[in-house]
């Protein structure tokens, strides 16, 4: 079964990698994500860390 991710999530996630590129990754925009990867497992009872998993391969693609 596929996780479904919400567009606020996979946002906050392109904003997290964009600063990361940049070199100017903010603990703020940081946290955000990760509270909110929490919360949108807490909510559809997904593994956190499946969930934070399948939002990074959607924004930055498949692991190499």
């Known amino acids: ?5 919400s567009d606020e999530l ?9 600063e990361m590129q ?3 990754l903010t ?5 955000a ?4 990867v929490t919360a949108h497992a807490e909510a559809t009872g997904e593994n ?3 969930v934070e998993m399948e939002l990074k391969k959607q924004v930055r ?3 190499e």
């Open 61 to 63: 693609g498949p692991v």
């Open 27 to 31: 603990v703020e925009t940081a946290a």
């Open 48 to 50: 956190r860390y499946e």
């Open 22 to 24: 940049a070199g100017a």
């Open 10 to 18: 996979i946002q906050l996630e392109k904003a997290a990698w964009a």
């Open 33 to 36: 994500v990760q509270a909110a």
């Open 1 to 5: 079964m596929a996780i479904e991710l």
